[in-house]
Each structure stands twice: as structure tokens, then as C-alpha cells.
């Protein structure tokens, strides 16, 4: 009569491992999150320190989040605080909006693990059409997979991660023609393409828009960002637990974005200079081929050498990228780098043309 201590936990639970997050040794030089390399100047660390000081913490936060809407509407979409949905990070919006879902998700793969990882906790459905060869999107073969499998819902992230290839507007607006159903592009990387989707909201209102703070330089406070039609908004309010967000994210987002944003946006400016410096080091290595990004990280094919390989020997180095080379057979042979300071991009190129002489 000894019933098993997990059988109440549902299978695709059991099944599932936890989102791989490695030990770091310490010390070692981390390119594997897509994090901004700089941190804010120590000034700006102090004049958060000294407000946030302040904050009653017997108290619960604003549950609205109603200031940071109030400025974040306007100053990152050109739109009322009503269209916007905060979430701690945007993984905690996608698995709201999963949780919205009755229907399949449609994914265009490979794309960020994530994705699936919050579709199989939610128990929804994924389908999936593959990117073509040259890992752009099939957007014929998109809108043929959607009238197949009538997804509730279709996610593409633009820039996309682990390629940092764009979407086509052209493409995205013959979507938004043909399929009725919601539809979320992920701009997780837009500070560095600078090329975002949302003005087709504007005549596609099932089109959402999601943002986040981590990548433009804030990972640590855990904001992501759902611009979409406040009658989507009020839906998912219901979804979203009272307090998600902490009184001091709300804080210290709402000093940055009101005294801060433009030392961001320099970081950002600067990192797309770096990326585009490494890019070219990279290329002078044998065997390997970045492939053009309009992210902060790079996709980078290792040819004649086992990239899994030269992925272990640079952890060995403490220099830590994420091999994606088994995520998806079209990412065989590849690695994906994020852009780190001039100092860190100059020590990997060091380490990979090293590893790379004694993989010959
Ligand atoms: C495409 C994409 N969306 C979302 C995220 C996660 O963002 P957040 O830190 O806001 O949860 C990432 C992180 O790597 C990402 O690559």
C-alpha cells in the first residue's frame, strides 16, 4: 500500500530537468547569458543605495506596478501604462501567457530553450517548423504550420537567440494577415538591433511585443516587459500573482529609467561596436565563422575541430560560452558567445586560437 512519494506530481514534471544552470568556477570570465559585461558606475550604485535606503520593507509593493508603467508606456513603446504587463523577468510573462493558452504554442526552431522548458511546466502542447538551412525563418512554411495545427498562440523571437537574425516585417505583417490567434515576438535583444516590430501592433492587435531590462545591462533586478492591447493586458492580470514584482525592482527601475537611461544606451552603443570587433577576430581564426548578429552574442559555426571540444577546453581556460551544438541538429558544430569587454573578447580569441592549434 505504499503509494509512490511523487505520484502526485505530474509526469512531464518528473520527466523534466531544471533549466541548466551550471556552476560557475570562480574567477572564470562568463559569456554564456547574454549579460551586459559593464555594470553602472559606482556613482549611480550609490544613489540607488541611498533611495532604496529608504523603502518601508514591512509593506507590500504597488501590486500595479503603477509608476514604472506610468513611465516605461511612454519613454520604451509610445503608449498609455494600460497596454503594458510587468513581469519579474520576461520568462515569468511568457509562462502567464502559457498559462492563458488552451491551444498549441507554434515555434519557429531553434530557438530559446526556454520556450519549451516553460511550455512542458505549463503541460501546453508545443509544433514547431524548423528554420531553413541558412537558419532564416520559412515564413510560407510558418503560415502553412498555423492553419495545420490552429495554434492559440505563435512565438518568434526577433532577434532571434542563438541565431541573432532578424525577422522580415514584410513577412511578419503577411502573419499577422493570415493568422488571428496571438502572436508574441520576443525583442529581448532589440537595445542592440534597434529594429523592433511594434508599429504593425498598431493594425494587428493579437500581435504583443516583449521586452526585458536584463540584457540592456539590469539582469540582476528581473524585469521583462509585455506591450500589448489592454483588453490582452487585463486578461493576463488575472493570470499574474498579486506582488510579483518587489518593491525594489519597481525602485530602482523607475531611478534608472528616469536618470539613467542614456549611460545604458552608451554600454548598449558600445557593446554593438565590440561585437562586431570579435566578430572579425573570430573570423581570422581557422575553422571558425561567426555568423552575422544583430545581438549582443554571437553564433559561431567550428569547423574541422569538435566544437563540443574546443567548448570543454575553454572552460578548462575559466572561460565559459554555451555549446548549443546538440539543441538542434541545424546547430551542429555550433557555439554561441556572448560580446564581453575588449579585454575579455581579446583573452577568448587568445584561448580559442590556442585550443584550436592543439586540436589540429
Ligand atoms: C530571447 C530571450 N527572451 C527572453 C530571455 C530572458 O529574459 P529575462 O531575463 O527577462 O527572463 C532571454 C534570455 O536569454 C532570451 O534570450
Redesign the pocket.
Known amino acids: 500500500m505504499s503509494a509512490s512519494l511523487l505520484s502526485w506530481i505530474r509526469p512531464e514534471i518528473l520527466s523534466a530537468s531544471p533549466y541548466p544552470l551550471e556552476r560557475i568556477p570562480e574567477g572564470a570570465l562568463r559569456l554564456d ?2 549579460e551586459n559585461p559593464f555594470d553602472l558606475p559606482p556613482e549611480i550604485h550609490q544613489r540607488l543605495g541611498e533611495d532604496l535606503a529608504d523603502l518601508p520593507l514591512n509593506r507590500y509593493p504597488d501590486g500595479s506596478a503603477q509608476e514604472l508603467k506610468n513611465l516605461l508606456g511612454p519613454s520604451l513603446f509610445g503608449l498609455p501604462p494600460d497596454h503594458l504587463f510587468l ?1 519579474n ?4 510573462i ?1 509562462l502567464n501567457l502559457f498559462l492563458a493558452t488552451p491551444g498549441p504554442i507554434l515555434l519557429a526552431e531553434p ?2 530553450s ?1 520556450y519549451r522548458i516553460i511550455a512542458n511546466i505549463t503541460a501546453r502542447k508545443v509544433e514547431t517548423v524548423t528554420l531553413s538551412p541558412d537558419l532564416t525563418l520559412d515564413m510560407t512554411a510558418l503560415i502553412a504550420a498555423s492553419k495545420k495545427v490552429k495554434p492559440s498562440l505563435i512565438l518568434l ?1 526577433h532577434p ?2 542563438p541565431t541573432g537574425l532578424e525577422l522580415v516585417e514584410e513577412e511578419m505583417r503577411q502573419l499577422c494577415k493570415d493568422f488571428s490567434g496571438g502572436i508574441l515576438l ?1 525583442e ?2 532589440y537595445p542592440f538591433s534597434r529594429r523592433t516590430l511594434l508599429p504593425l501592433q498598431r493594425e494587428f492587435p493579437q500581435l504583443m511585443i ?1 521586452r ?4 540592456m545591462g539590469l ?1 540582476a533586478l ?3 516587459i509585455l506591450a500589448a492591447d489592454p483588453k490582452i493586458v487585463s486578461e493576463l492580470n488575472k493570470i499574474r500573482l498579486p506582488y510579483n514584482l518587489d518593491a525594489m525592482t519597481q525602485r530602482a527601475a523607475v531611478i534608472i529609467c528616469r536618470e539613467f537611461l542614456p549611460v545604458l544606451n552608451e554600454q548598449v552603443k558600445w557593446i554593438v561596436g565590440l561585437r562586431e570587433e570579435l566578430a572579425a577576430s573570430l573570423r581570422r581564426l581557422p575553422g571558425i565563422e561567426p555568423l552575422p548578429s544583430s545581438a549582443n552574442f554571437l553564433l559561431v559555426r567550428v569547423n574541422g575541430a569538435n566544437s563540443t571540444e574546443v567548448y570543454r577546453q575553454l572552460a578548462e581556460h575559466k572561460i565559459i560560452i554555451r555549446d548549443v551544438s546538440r539543441q538542434h541538429p541545424l546547430l551542429a558544430g555550433c557555439l554561441r558567445i556572448t560580446v564581453g569587454t575588449r579585454e575579455e573578447n581579446e583573452h577568448l580569441v587568445s584561448a580559442l586560437e590556442l585550443i584550436l592549434k592543439g586540436l589540429k
Open positions: 547569458a547574454m513581469g523577468g520576461s520568462d515569468e511568457l530557438t530559446f526556454m523571437s532571434n537567440n520576443d529581448a535583444y516583449l526585458t531590462f536584463s540584457k539582469a528581473r524585469l521583462g
